[in-house]
């Protein structure tokens, strides 16, 4: 049946090895105490784990630069630990997905150092040369204010190769057929090794074309039908979910006008609105993004997620919204990155504020898609704005309030662990939470499981319910015969606010709240009036709690849905 596909309506949760769990003492993160973490993984409720890049690397982009496809970085342990690891997470009934890094190697790759030391080289095809420094050298960078230029020359190869990221990131070459082939086998290896699929980094730039006399890159959408065909055919249930911040209207050629291209994409033009709209308490441009992400094929899925390991990417809200955001998420010129975006982790950005951390997560959990949590967040962690660039949020797990935060034995941790202010491990950490029932943490455990019964979000079709007032945003979701409805207050103030449902009969009558006994019937109008407090949410079922007699098992039959 089409509603096995397991990345539908789950809950992902990222985390970096080198940053999570240290056993060996050694000050950074590896594969066999994760494996020892998995049931705190499995008691949150996530049912997928992406893990970040763990192959071997120079770890000058925290191992966005890979040196060796097919191996495991030594400091976190041997491919037989990694095994040990997805067959723990198999056993738990958790999925694991990888990065998938094939823009770009790192330049001490071998293919790299191969390519560049000779014209005549078996790998110099797989890279991006030219003679003479390319007019548009100065264009493109993704890191603008850090990375200088896109072209940069290479004294042993003599010519200049093409790097759409760091300068010691240089791009495969993607259009070569045999690079093709060595992703692919890159998949197939991991594939065998244990892992669901991928999280594939960079997708526009792989696919586009590139080259010295590129002057607008074209996007080579058939690549991405070639990767899921063989995927498809080396593992039937296995995913690509794709890093691709592009405008709505090209969505659909990621994912496949039939549905036969990228599984999931990350959503980030609603990520970029969300936060606007929770800076502005303005829901109408959320609204706006959620009808126009709305397109996809049945078989495909958003991944929903509020921060990852990348700073918070505002750069396509108008200047004045994200100025907006600035002023509310990160005033502050080294709270910014990248003349784009906020570098901080979600709960600073929230001012700690647990009303508000719950408002954030509580929409990511009922827009449409698949939330994707990342580490930390979950007990509400903080960041390090003495740290460079991204590094300010990807400080050290913290588990108790052991030296280093539980995280590692050694006084050296790979990343300076937050040890003081109200974000310091001995305020926040995984050990304090556990035993607090209303904690964070406990908080996000009780609304994963909430999440993951509500399949109505990740299988339904969904329609913004109007209200009249734009700090409320209520969203309906029908399913085979069923419907649940959510309604979000983005206001600091209380607000009162009335709707009606918009099914047809009795329906809409009876709205059963999921977490609280709140429930509310609507008057004799149809309509309902609630009293949400400032930054208040409801979820509720629309009817009865019988919902799981009414489910029909096909799609298409919903008997009191006429719309
Ligand atoms: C996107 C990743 O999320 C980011 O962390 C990395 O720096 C670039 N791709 C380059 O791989």
Known sequence: MIDDLWYKNGVFYCLSIGTYMDANGEGIGDFKELLRRLDYLHGLGVTAIWLMPFQPSPGKDDGYDISDYYGVDQRYGTLGDFVEFTHGCRQRGIRVIIDLVVNHTSDAHPWFRDARSSPDSQHRDWYVWADKKPASANKGMVFPGVQKSTWTYDKEAKAWFFHRFYDFQPDLNTSNPYVQAEILKIMGFWIQLGVSGFRMDAVPFVISTKGSKVTTPIEQYDMLRSLREFLQWRQGNAIILAEANVLPETDMEYFGKDGDRMHMMFNFHVNQNLFYAMASADSRPLAKALAATKPRPASAQWGL???????????????????????????????QLYDRGIRRRLAPMLGGDRRRLELAYSLMCTLPGTPVIRYGDEIGMGDNLALPERNCARTPMQWSTEPQAGFTESDKPCSPVIDEGPYGYEHINVAKQRRDPNSMLNWTERIIRMRKEVPEIGWGDFRVIATRDPAILAIRYDWRNNSVLFVHNLDEKPRETSFSVGLAGDEGKHLINLLSEDHSEANNRGKHTLMLEAYGYRWYRVGGLDYLLKRTDIDGVNANHPE
């Open 305 to 335: 997620f509020l921060r990852n390991h990348d700073e918070l990417d505002l750069g396509r809200l108008t200047k004045a919204q994200r100025d907006v955001a600035f002023k509310s998420f990160g005033p502050d010129k080294d709270m």
